[in-house]
């Protein structure tokens, strides 16, 4: 039987990211775990994030999980979601944190102060709600999910990867962001996919099926 | 490009989804998960669930709802109501909800905001204001239902509450409530304009372009109805449709 572990490192909620595994994989095992000995059972990981990456990344690396993370980032499948994200990159201007460096770029906050959206009203930071992802590449977690499918966002940053080459989504808020990447055995969005009714489930479903 | 949200509101005690004209002479609206299916078919963008409650041994209930919900409707739950304590906070983020709504307790006890945002994240607190217009221009925060007056006025309270940590702000009009005759634009406006996190506009509707009206006029990120969705008057797809026409992004 297949096993995906939802990384626990003391942050946030992490139970719906679990029932949305759930419900796409049946068939397999979804454990939410902070034990070192489950992530390197596992077939493939989880990696949510909630909060401030500062907090994340002390959680991280106090729990003892970061170097299981790293070592598993070599070879299984990961998918990171929202701070789980940011925190794969190098940096983050967000209490001036490093990440884990498994993906070259930085996180930077919006800066959406003097502008205005086309109805005249101000943008709202962070960013909660429904926003078109556009695949700007192809990818296999992409199957299923058509071109500008909207997703469900909840966030005040946001990644710049160093390369473009391995930004797979892209979405609009006051400026192009990148909202989905991709890097060999990892992909990661900005969005909550589960939170994102049916192509989130669709997104998790491709997940759980991958092999990079 | 970011759409406005429609969230139907459910008002849940010992385990139903009930609807009343301020809070008396509640009616059965069915049940929740039921409901929170239907909606999710619907393409609601979100969900919230107030816990009216009044009794503590029955408080219980909605967190076995939340659980029932999110393990088979996946989209944003916001649940509130009779939320005091960080603890209670994160019994209802385990359950499955995704936001908390703190009302009472942030008049009470500010310090909760912040304690609340800087554990879990500015992303799941969510400020509901009560808001009573006392003089032109000048609303002021109640709280019990609107039978309390504090003496705080709304816009500065609001903008303190986004400072404390609070992620979005749930703005009931206690003169709409129950009215059917539309939002308080003119209170949404103001506030919606005097912060940078999200508002959802909240009391009154009564028809499509009231919630048409709440974000062309109100300036709100999201707005929220109760009975117009739970009788059936509309469904939520008329409603994107309908604001959709009116050139509001929505997720359709």
């Known amino acids: 039987m297949k096993k995906i572990v939802v990384v626990d490192y003391g942050m946030g909620n992490l139970r719906s990211v679990a029932q949305a595994l759930r419900a796409v994989a049946p068939e397999a095992e979804v454990l939410i775990s902070g034990e ?22 002390k959680s991280l690396e106090e729990s003892g999980l970061k170097d299981a993370l790293m070592e598993s980032a070599r070879s299984k499948p990961i998918f990171g979601v929202c701070v789980g994200e940011q925190m794969l990159f190098d940096w983050s201007e967000e209490g001036d944190t490093k990440g884990l460096g498994l993906l070259p770029g930085k996180v930077i ?104 | 490009m970011l759409t406005k949200r429609i969230i139907p509101c459910l008002d849940v005690t010992a385990g139903r989804v009930v609807k009343g004209v301020n809070f008396v002479e509640l009616k059965d609206a069915g049940d929740p998960v039921e409901i929170a299916r239907r909606y999710n078919d619907q393409g609601a963008d979100e969900l919230t669930f107030l816990d009216i409650t009044a009794s503590s041994d029955q408080r219980d209930l909605i967190l076995n709802i939340i659980e029932d919900v999110s393990s088979q409707v996946f989209i944003p739950l916001t649940v509130g109501g009779g939320v005091r304590t960080v603890e209670d906070v994160r019994r209802l983020l385990n359950a499955g909800a995704d936001k908390v709504s703190i009302n009472t307790s942030a008049v009470t006890n500010p310090q909760l905001v912040a304690d609340a945002s800087s554990r879990y994240g500015s992303q799941c607190i969510v400020v509901a204001i009560d808001a009573k217009q006392v003089s032109p221009g000048r609303w002021e925060i109640f709280t019990h239902g609107g039978r309390n007056a504090t003496g705080l006025e709304v816009i500065e309270w609001a903008k303190k509450m986004a400072q404390l940590g609070a992620g979005e702000i749930l703005l009931t009009s206690m003169d709409k409530d129950g009215t059917k005759s539309g939002f308080d634009l003119e209170l949404t406006r103001a506030v919606s304009d005097a912060v940078n996190i999200p508002v959802i506009a909240s009391g009154g509707v009564g028809n499509l372009q009231h919630l048409a009206d709440g974000v062309q006029e109100g300036h709100a990120d999201a707005v929220l109805a109760a009975s117009i969705f739970h009788y059936g008057e509309y469904t939520v797809q008329q409603a994107k449709k309908f604001m959709s026409e009116r050139n509001i992004p929505v997720r359709l």
């Open chain 1, 36 to 57: 070192i000995a489950d992530l390197k059972q596992a077939e493939r990981i989880v990696l949510p994030g909630q909060g401030a990456m500062p907090d994340c990344m």
């Open chain 1, 109 to 212: 906050r919006f800066q959406l102060d003097s502008q205005r959206q086309e109805d005249g009203s101000r943008y709202k930071v962070p960013q909660m709600g429904w926003n078109q992802v556009r695949q700007n590449q192809p990818h296999p977690l992409w199957n299923g999910i058509a071109d500008k499918s909207f997703f469900y966002f909840v966030h005040s940053f946001y990644a710049v990867p160093e390369h473009a080459r391995h930004m797979v989504g892209e979405t609009e808020y006051g400026t192009p962001f990148c909202s989905a990447i991709a890097c060999d055995n990892i992909f990661a969005t900005q969005f909550h996919p589960e939170k994102s009714a049916d192509v989130g489930l669709q997104l998790y479903k491709n997940f759980i099926h991958w092999n990079p």
